[in-house]
């Protein structure tokens, strides 16, 4: 079993930036393809970007491509996504989630284990 824990949102004024932080427990991680996901009010929860078990495949949605990078460290079992020139309508819950395989997807049902989720609120 995996235990994720998120951390790192907030309330930013738009053109700012954050970095979220996903803490993985209970089993290691790094043989494991992670991603984020976020979930608007009223929409289904989309895919932000994923990274391989090694961190060297990296995949964005195209809305986020150019201002947010995912990264990782192994050795903490940590999770990054650094946000910048964050946008109105980047508001939403991030959650970070863990496959149970080396590469990563784009959907959300590949996914075997969630976070909590942490919100971040981008201000005009």
């Known amino acids: 079993q995996v235990q994720l824990v998120e951390s790192g949102g907030g309330l930013v004024q738009a053109g700012g930036s954050l970095r979220l932080s996903c803490t993985a427990s209970g089993r290691t991680v790094s043989s494991y393809a992670m991603g984020w996901f976020r979930q608007a009010p009223g929409k289904e929860r989309d895919f932000v970007a994923s990274?391989?078990?090694?961190?060297?495949?990296?995949y964005y949605a195209d809305s986020v491509k150019g201002r947010f990078t995912i990264s990782r460290d192994n050795t903490k079992g940590t999770l990054y996504l650094q946000m910048n020139t964050l946008k109105l309508e980047d508001t939403a819950v991030y959650y970070c989630?863990?496959?149970?395989?080396?590469?990563?997807?784009?959907?959300?049902?590949?996914?075997?284990?969630w976070g909590q989720g942490t919100q971040v609120t981008v201000s005009s």
């Open positions: 989630a863990v496959l149970k395989g080396p590469s990563s997807s784009q959907s959300s049902y590949d996914y075997d284990y």
């Open positions: 990274i391989n078990r090694s961190g060297g495949v990296r």
